[in-house]
């Protein structure tokens, strides 16, 4: 039997070692667990082939011996899970289907994890206080012409954000099982082909117009340091996808800007126009 592809519902973590979670139950020698949350080696039916430490660009993985188990006395531990790119190759190669590799959100551990999860919420909150103010108590300035400007860029920015239900689920070809994220291919068309990361744009984009229709001193401050930590966050995504996509991602980079919605279309109708004549 493979990985129970929904282990962190059906199980219990037990504890930790090395600070990867351990997901029981755990009955030494014979029953060893779930080694790892996002890259997740099953270590009861790990055979120890060592495929996944061969075919891994981040090197994630190392051997630890695991005397007197039925299946094999040494197991690959996701030492480095952190660094993990989600490029699927450990997954796709294991032949006893022993690891389960799940979308990881950017610095989920280590002394950044909580400032990630901060920028989320508060760009979550920040376009939802903002608009409800606007609309209950009016522009805090009052000046209408920046309102109605708000109300344009709110629509603009829904589609950028929701985009990736569209292009991700038809062009990214997540494996069996996977989320939205879980990409497998390089999804380069719809809003993916006007900039790179249209979700954060639109993220960006609905914290603009929440600054717009209410013009309050505090949206606006929340929503320019939530807009820049989110970009920041991008770049550094983009690390991973180079690893990821290789080459393929380079080109793509050259073609399509990070999130520059004036250049990316500008640049989209230059490839149309090239490409009728």
């Known amino acids: 039997m493979p990985i129970d592809p929904k282990f962190q519902k059906n199980?219990?973590?037990?504890?930790?070692?090395a600070d990867i979670t351990i997901w029981g139950p755990v009955d030494p020698p014979e029953i060893l667990g779930i080694r790892g949350?996002?890259?997740?080696?099953?270590?009861?039916?790990?055979?120890g082939c060592g495929i996944c430490l061969e075919v891994c660009p981040q090197q994630l993985y190392e051997w630890v011996e695991t005397s007197n188990h039925p299946v094999s006395e040494k197991k690959a531990f996701p030492t480095r899970e952190p660094d993990c790119v989600q490029c699927y190759k450990c997954e796709t190669k294991c032949p006893a289907q022993a690891i389960r590799i799940e979308f990881?959100?950017?610095?989920?551990?280590?002394?950044?994890?909580?400032?990630?999860?901060?920028?989320?919420?508060?760009?979550?909150?920040?376009?939802?206080v903002g608009i409800i103010y606007g609309v209950?108590?009016?522009p805090f300035l009052g000046i209408q012409p920046l309102l109605y400007v708000g109300w344009v860029i709110l629509p603009v920015g829904l589609f950028f954000l929701f985009s990736i239900v569209i292009y991700f689920k038809r062009d990214g070809k997540p494996g069996e099982g996977k989320g939205l994220m879980d990409t497998t291919v390089l999804v380069d068309s719809g809003t993916y082909a006007i900039v790179r990361h249209p979700m954060a744009l639109g993220g960006i984009l609905l914290m603009i117009a929440s600054i717009l229709i209410s013009q309050h001193w505090l949206v606006a401050i929340v929503g320019v340091i939530v807009s820049a930590l989110s970009y920041?966050?991008?770049v550094k995504l983009e690390k991973g996808l180079l690893v990821k996509f290789g080459d393929d991602y380079k080109r793509y980079m050259e073609k399509v800007p990070r999130m520059n919605l004036l250049l990316g279309i500008i640049r989209l109708l230059k490839r149309k126009l090239l490409s009728n004549r």
């Open 232 to 234: 920041r966050t991008q």
């Open 37 to 47: 949350t996002y890259v997740a080696v099953d270590w009861d039916i790990c055979t």
């Open 11 to 17: 199980r219990k973590k037990v504890g930790k070692e």
């Open 136 to 138: 209950w108590f009016g």
């Open 104 to 128: 990881m959100p950017t610095d989920y551990q280590g002394s950044t994890g909580w400032l990630f999860s901060l920028v989320a919420i508060l760009s979550l909150l920040q376009p939802i």
